[in-house]
């Protein structure tokens, strides 16, 4: 049986530690696939149970040096692992940073002091050794498997530098008696030390701030709920409950899980799934859903979907999973990192060499200086870093204005899309039938409203609620003398001796009503709009006639202006009728509609679109769409929708405005010129940087890069691809 699951990973300083990882698992039999992100440090993780186990692939990724917290005991969460490595990281910064900057003067300003050198080797010794450990047990852990990454450079231009000049320390006389100078780089070594913590340090605040929005999403649910065993209320860890379990609901309390409301009702506040403001009575038998708010009553519920499937977990899981998937530009990054690190090894060894065989003064040594000085610059956490900071702070800033995006690859793909399709019902429109007019006849009293309101409150018509709704200002009902329902046909009441009949014109029309001309014209005129009009009459006079429509959303007109302003096409399509369709084309400004298709002619008409060179965007919301939405080159599902749009989109749009359409096109474009910019930046400063380190510039102008002014200029190039990266929150 096949098993997916995103497990968080320690122990990663850099991308090629990611790669390393993902190699790592990738190669273990009976791992299908496997994803390794380091700017969130997960794995997501696909393998049959039958060859190997989550044990298994753990024991497997600590022999490189690295773990899998496979154990939900271990940490609660993905963030948790996170905060708990930057809280110890800041701490490491911190220390070496106290240590080194005495290290800095001395080597800098009194180097003559006595016993400086002593000084500075003692000081030095701990941050590289202590607060710095990491960088040479993971490189070791590696060169026992044949590999590199960026702690390999980090590892072996600091160890050089603090091994040579603790030899200049002890053994001063040894260069003395040749002529040389014996310096010491203990603050090169110190310094670069703790600039690569402090950046580190800077990078996982700024990472950590991308994962706002899913905390926030995670912090619907509680962590505690109320459960009713033989009468009795036993508090559980939401974690701990399983199927079938009844839980009790007390008013204001978030509701846990998904369930079937057993016992009571209330209202409760749907808002976070649905983006209405206005509670929904839950009665029983009706279903709830986790992180969803009671208002006033109390009930209990039979949980349904626990864990990992509740709906709210699903949305928790999506985010997580487009925060650590990557996109094709990622991938070509992690195929050149892979290489990186052995290929400034080597040009590292060629810049000794060269240097050596020069014949300049203290060849030897100036060849290792610069040596040093190339693996420190080189350190790939800028190229690394590119797109996964980008892709992260893309999704938060998605997630906080209640739009998900399921993978990295949805990015790249919604900078091309030239033609929009849009689902009619519960897309353009409300996808609730609403009254949008009333029509009243000459002998139409105020007070019959009240009469209407209570006649309607009976009635078990799909639209009979519109119509109560629309009176919503007769609270006080009239109590009915009778009441008679007609199916199909409508309802029949009395008070004080008056009939009152509300239903359609045949139906009325048969029993002998008086046709009052000027609202029948009306009547037609709505009809002409796909409109459905139900007549009420008062002792067989007609009094109203309700014009009954499903309303075009508030910002669905300007959506589609705005969209066709950013130069993309939009289509319409329908399963209503004609006439329905030409009116709301015409009132939102669509020129390309069709009505009355079924599922598969959406779908043949997104492949005759794309047939025709377009990048199709499909929108819906329902079943029917499914087939349309898979077909789509982005599919964008409405929150409001049923699961199957929702579970086959790449966006969804969990408050199904479609205002945010636009925003979610132009979100993508930045993101993908975001990434660009990384990647230039990314790749200018290596090349540029590791010639300059190797000394090219020193025969004609005699400048060699310090290594320690090498290592707080990496430093600054991987907080700088970050912050460029969080301009996009």
């Not at 409950?241 to 016992?263: A, F, H, S, T």
């Not at 009571?264 to 506040?269: A, E, R």
Request: charged content about 20%; some cysteine.
């Amino acid at each position: 049986m096949t098993q997916k699951k995103e497990v968080p990973v320690t122990g990663m300083s850099c991308a090629a530690c990611a790669i390393s990882v993902e190699k790592t698992l990738a190669k273990k039999p009976g791992v299908k696939n496997a994803a390794v992100n380091y700017a969130n440090q997960s794995a997501w993780i696909e393998w049959d149970e039958k060859a190997t186990s989550l044990d298994e692939l753990q024991k497997e990724v600590q022999s490189s040096g690295y773990d899998l917290i496979i154990q939900d005991k271990d940490v609660d969460d993905l963030e948790d692992i996170q905060n708990q490595a930057y809280k110890k990281l800041k701490q490491r910064t911190l220390f070496a940073g106290i240590l080194a900057f005495p290290v800095f003067l001395i080597g800098m300003f009194w180097m003559s002091m006595p016993y400086g050198h002593f000084i500075m080797w003692a000081l030095t010794t701990p941050v590289l050794f202590v607060f710095g450990n990491q960088f040479f047990r993971h490189a070791w852990t590696l060169a026992k498997k044949g590999q590199t990454n960026m702690d390999t450079l980090v590892a072996l231009s600091t160890g050089i530098a603090y091994i040579y000049s603790t030899f200049n320390t002890f053994f001063p006389e040894f260069l003395e008696s040749r002529g040389i100078e014996p310096h010491v780089y203990f603050e090169a070594a110190a310094v670069i030390v703790f600039f690569i913590l402090l950046g580190k340090s800077l990078e996982s605040g700024a990472k950590s701030g991308t994962g706002a929005a899913l905390k926030k999403l995670m912090g619907l649910q509680p962590q505690e709920l109320t459960v009713l065993e033989n009468n009795k209320e036993i508090i559980k860890k939401t974690i701990e409950v399983g199927v079938g379990e009844i839980i009790l609901i007390k008013p204001g309390q978030k509701i846990p899980l998904d369930g079937k409301v057993l016992n009571g009702d209330s209202y409760v506040n749907e808002s976070m799934l649905t983006g209405e403001p206005i509670p929904v009575l839950k009665k029983t038998g009706e279903k709830v859903f986790a992180g969803t708010i009671n208002q006033t009553g109390s009930f209990t519920f039979t949980a349904e979907q626990v864990g990992d499937n509740t709906l709210l977990s699903q949305i928790i899981q999506r985010v997580k999973a487009a925060q650590g998937s990557k996109a094709p530009v990622q991938k070509l990054v992690d195929k050149a990192a892979s290489i990186f690190v052995p290929t400034v090894l080597v040009i590292g060894l060629i810049t000794l060499l060269i240097w050596g065989f020069s014949g300049a003064e203290d060849a030897w040594l100036r060849g290792m200086l610069a040596m040093i000085t190339v693996l420190v610059i080189a350190c790939p956490c800028a190229l690394g870093l590119a797109t996964p900071t980008a892709i992260m702070a893309a999704m938060g800033n998605g997630a906080q204005m209640g739009v998900l995006i399921k993978d990295a690859e949805s990015l790249e793909k919604g900078k091309k899309i030239d033609t929009l399709v849009l689902d009619k019902t519960g897309t353009i429109t409300e996808g609730k039938p609403q009254v949008t007019a009333v029509y009243h006849g000459e002998k139409w009293d105020d007070g019959d409203a009240k009469i209407l309101a209570a006649l309607e409150s009976r009635s078990e018509h799909p639209l009979a609620k519109a119509i109560v709704e629309n009176l919503s200002n007769s609270e006080d009902k009239k109590e009915l003398d009778t009441f008679k329902s007609f199916t199909g046909k409508g309802v029949l009441g009395s008070v004080n001796g008056n009939e009152y009949r509300i239903g359609n014109w045949k139906w009325l029309e048969a029993t002998g009503v008086a046709p009052d001309l000027t609202l029948l014209k009306k009547a037609e005129e709505a009809s002409d709009e796909g409109a459905t009009v139900v007549f009420a009459t008062k002792n067989n006079d007609l009094v109203a006639a309700f014009k009954i429509q499903d309303p075009i959303k508030a910002d669905s007109i300007s959506a589609i202006q705005e969209l066709k302003k950013m130069g993309i096409t939009i289509h319409m399509l329908t399963g209503d009728q004609q006439k329905t369709a030409e009116w709301v084309a015409r009132d939102v400004g669509i020129e390309h509609f069709k009505a009355e298709v079924l599922p598969q002619d959406k779908a043949a008409y997104i492949q005759n679109l794309q047939d025709q060179g377009k990048k199709v965007a499909m929108a819906g919301d329902g079943i029917n769409d499914s087939e349309a939405l898979s077909l789509a080159d982005l599919s964008i599902a409405m929150g409001q929708g049923t699961d199957i749009a929702m579970d086959i989109a790449e966006v969804t749009l969990v408050q199904s405005e479609l205002s945010k359409i636009p925003r979610t096109l132009e979100l993508t474009k930045k993101t993908v010129k975001i990434i660009r910019q990384n990647l230039f930046w990314a790749f200018i400063y290596n090349i540029i940087g590791i010639p300059i380190a190797a000394g090219v510039l020193f025969p004609a102008f005699g400048f060699m890069l310090n290594p320690m002014i090498a290592g707080a200029a990496m430093a600054l190039s991987s907080v700088s691809v970050v912050t460029n990266s969080l301009r996009l929150r």
